[in-house]
């Protein structure tokens, strides 16, 4: 999941690569780390998201489909509710730190 954030990851796939049932592999994630397989998939894309707006001069669709989405609106959609705001807005906030 980390080294593959792109991939369409379900918890099925994730307990088959852990050699695990679905249900312990769920269970056992989210007692180690306090929240689901599939939330903190979505909390580990947004952040390498974060990091590539603020390094990188890829687009929003480029970092879009590095990070597992199909279509901009849907990056920009989840995005927006996971960070606050938009992938613009927070490239633009983070353009301007550095430029400091």
């Keep these: 999941m980390h080294e593959r954030p792109a991939d369409p990851w379900t918890v099925e796939a994730l307990a088959r690569a852990a ?21 903190y998939l979505t909390r580990w894309r947004m952040h390498r998201a974060a990091d590539m707006l603020a390094d990188e001069a890829a687009s ?25 705001e938009t992938p613009r807005a927070y490239r633009r906030k983070a353009r301007a730190r550095e430029s400091r």
């Design 60 to 84: 929003t669709a480029a970092v879009a489909s590095a990070v597992g989405y199909d279509t901009d609106g849907a990056f920009v959609k989840a995005f927006k509710r996971h960070m606050g």
């Design 19 to 39: 050699g695990v049932s679905r249900s312990a592999f769920a269970a056992r994630f989210k007692g180690a780390l306090g929240v689901g397989p599939l939330e």
